[in-house]
């Protein structure tokens, strides 16, 4: 304890920060052979000739590493549906990632320098060593070489029968983003599906894809420091709460979620500004402490402990806005509860989009972090007002236990 208290004291907090800000060069991943401008180069290229590239190959199983995303099926409404009856059919968005499998593996050097930064002491027996196993286990997607020009076969279950759809192909990040039309008009609200990618037999190649009607409730939650302790305004707690820490459920939420899904049975999206290379660990924690749903990560990837710093803290808000404008494109006539906290710009994210689409979001809900530091300014009331200037105020409220919420659950419930 007394150990973990030198580490982590103002000095050595200051200390720590400045080391990371200047040893931000020290690099997680190996650039591809062709260069970081090369891979610039082989965007233009991909998006140019598209499946005509000469560069484009199907993933490999013997070569490749798949990722299979979580994700929801949605189904459109027309103003004329209502008259007609005619439904329209599902449709979801599918996002793979590609990696190459036998990439870096010279995982020592990181795994030294982030338990440096995050001052774990070489001597410190069985807990040292099993923080070190964790940072290994975690920065291990971080190493590992994506696989532009990539294209993949995705069988999909559904409606008694499997589908067949081709995805790709893999962007610069190596990522697939697809909206594929999965027609299945009798496929019922809240039904789950296992889609797989053909040939890949690792548990990261099957997927869930859960169905949600155009209505009922839906909650978009955050997730650092909303629901999980992240410390998002200090870089050596993200670099600890992420890579050498188990990962700790904010007091009082996983019941608080329960009870809303319970109470509103809507359909979850969390939404994170976290790199995708995070998305096996933050599946896991969601699954184990929350109601599953569709986590949406930045997907870009990082090249240094700066830039891992970065994508938490720098234009979320803007990240933030697109991403649930999309969510928005999918659900319009869903009832929305956004749940966020005060570290970073989840109030101003949610007012903007409520302003955008009056009548979308019906409550927000903003967590007043008191368990960080320099939090003075983030947990002024004048912040909350002028974020939620253009809101009723009776649909916005900070709290700081998960219990506060209870009365603004049932009021929900009650409007059912």
Not at 316 to 340: A, N
Request: glycine fraction near 6%; charged fraction near 25%.
């Amino acid at each position: 304890m007394a150990q973990e208290q030198a580490a982590t004291s103002p000095t050595a907090q200051h200390a720590l920060s400045r080391r990371a800000t200047a040893d931000s060069r020290v690099t997680l991943r190996r650039p591809p052979f062709w260069s970081r401008q090369g891979t610039a180069i082989l965007g233009f290229l991909f998006s140019w000739l598209g499946h005509s590239n000469p560069l484009v190959h199907p993933a490999d199983p013997h070569k490749n590493t798949v990722w299979l995303l979580d994700n929801t099926a949605f189904r459109l409404q027309s103003d004329s549906e209502d008259s007609s009856g005619t439904s329209q059919s599902w449709q979801a968005e599918f996002v793979a990632c590609i990696f190459e499998t036998h990439g870096r593996k010279d995982v020592g050097k990181v795994v030294a320098t982030i338990a440096d930064y995050i001052g774990i002491d070489g001597n410190l027996g069985s807990d040292g060593r099993a923080m070190r196993e964790r940072i290994e286990q975690r920065v291990q997607p971080f190493l590992n070489q994506i696989s532009p020009g990539r294209t993949l076969k995705l069988q999909i279950p559904v409606d008694g029968e499997t589908q067949s759809h081709a995805l790709g192909d893999s962007d610069e990040n190596g990522i697939i983003s697809q909206t594929v039309d999965l027609g299945a008009l009798g496929v019922a609200d809240g039904a789950t599906i296992r889609p797989a990618a053909q040939g890949f037999t690792e548990p990261t190649a099957v997927m869930e894809t859960r169905f949600a009607a155009p209505e009922g409730w839906m909650v978009i939650s955050d997730i650092d420091d909303t629901i999980k302790r992240t410390m998002t305004r200090d870089p050596t707690g993200i670099l600890r709460t992420t890579f050498a820490e188990e990962p700790v459920a904010i007091a009082g939420m996983p019941d608080l979620y329960r009870q809303i899904q319970k109470d509103l049975d809507p359909t979850w999206f969390y939404l994170s500004a976290s790199p995708y290379n995070l998305y096996p660990f933050l599946h896991q924690f969601v699954h184990e402490h929350y109601v599953p749903g569709t986590i949406i990560l930045r997907d870009y990837s990082w090249m240094d402990i700066g830039g891992l710093i970065k994508s938490f803290t720098e234009k979320t808000q803007e990240y933030k806005v697109d991403r649930m404008e999309k969510v928005h494109s999918w659900f319009p006539r869903r009832r929305v509860l956004c749940i966020g906290d005060s570290t970073q710009s989840d109030p101003e994210a949610y007012a903007e989009i409520y302003a955008r689409y009056p009548g979308w979001i019906h409550a927000i809900a903003i967590r007043r972090v008191t368990d960080v530091e320099n939090m003075e300014e983030k947990n002024k009331p004048e912040r909350f007002e002028t974020a939620f200037k253009d809101v009723p105020s009776s649909v916005w409220t900070v709290f700081e236990k998960a219990d506060e919420l209870d009365r603004v659950i049932a009021h929900l419930e009650s409007t059912n």
